[in-house]
C-alpha cells in the first residue's frame, strides 16, 4: 500500500508543479521514462503525453495523459489517466484527484488527495530552496480508512547539463526529501531530480535513497517525440 502511496506523490510531484511564465512541451510531444531497479535493470515504463493547450503566457489550459508500460513498452490495463492543469497568472492549478489511476475506481477503492501544492518559479537558481509542499491521502477500501500525510521539500544545488539516453539537456538537479506519515509512523526518503525547462520542466531523471541513502530505484528519459 505504501508503494502505491508514494507513486502516486511521485507523479504529484513530476507534473504538479507551480511556475510563472510556464512553458509547457508542445502539443504532441511523448516523454517515455524506464523505471529501474537500485542495480539498474528495467522493471517497467511510463509515458506522458501532451495531449492539448489553449492559451498562452500566464494563462492557459493544459491536457496531460499518462500510461503505464510493461517491460515490452505494452499500456497495462487500468494503469493511465488524463488530467487538465490550468494557468491562471501565472500559477498553475492542478486537481490532485485526477491523477488516480482508474483500476483503482474499478476496484472500489475511494480515493481524495489534498494538498498545498509547489511553486517553481520562473528564475529558479542554484542554491534556492522551493516552498515545502503538504499533501493529505485518505483511502477507502471496503470500509477501512487510511490516511496518510506527506511533507516534500527541495532545494535546487545546482544547474547542469545531464545526458540520458533521450540526449542532453541543461537541467535543475534538486535534492529533495519526501516524509510519509501512516498509522503515526513517518518513513523518510530523498531523490535527486534532473528538470529540463526545455520540457517543461518535466523530470529527464530520477533517483531514490532511503533512509540509509541507499540507491533504491531510478527513472530515465529514454525518448522524447514531437516536441
Not at 542495480?39 to 511510463?46: A, F, H, I, L
Not at 476496484?107 to 534556492?128: F, H, R, Y
Amino acid at each position: 500500500m505504501k508503494k502505491l502511496i508514494m507513486a502516486i506523490l511521485v507523479i504529484a510531484i513530476g507534473t504538479g508543479v507551480y511556475a510563472q511564465n510556464y512553458t509547457p512541451p508542445k502539443v504532441g510531444t511523448v516523454l517515455t521514462y524506464a523505471n529501474n531497479d537500485a542495480k539498474g535493470n528495467v522493471q517497467d515504463y511510463s509515458q506522458i503525453t501532451v495531449k492539448d493547450v489553449k492559451g498562452s503566457g500566464n494563462n492557459m489550459t493544459i491536457t496531460f495523459a499518462g500510461v503505464g508500460l510493461d517491460k515490452n513498452r505494452k499500456p497495462v490495463k487500468g494503469a493511465e489517466f488524463t488530467y487538465k492543469a490550468e494557468v491562471k497568472n501565472g500559477v498553475m492549478i492542478m486537481d490532485l484527484n485526477q491523477l488516480i489511476p482508474a483500476e483503482m475506481k474499478n476496484q472500489g477503492i475511494k480515493m481524495d488527495i489534498k494538498g498545498t501544492g509547489m511553486e517553481l518559479p520562473s528564475n529558479l537558481k542554484a542554491g534556492q530552496s522551493l516552498k515545502p509542499y503538504d499533501a493529505t491521502i485518505t483511502m477507502d477500501i471496503s470500509g477501512i480508512k487510511m490516511t496518510s500525510k506527506i511533507k516534500y521539500e527541495g532545494k535546487c544545488v545546482a544547474i547542469e547539463d545531464l545526458k540520458v539516453p533521450a540526449g542532453t539537456f541543461k537541467c535543475h538537479k534538486v535534492n529533495e526529501k519526501v516524509s510519509t506519515t501512516v498509522m503515526n509512523m513517518t518513513n523518510t526518503s530523498t531523490n535527486t531530480s534532473w528538470w529540463a525547462a526545455s520540457l517543461g520542466f518535466f523530470s529527464v531523471k530520477t533517483e531514490s535513497y532511503d533512509e540509509k541513502n541507499k540507491l533504491v530505484s531510478s527513472q530515465v528519459l529514454i525518448e522524447v517525440k514531437g516536441n
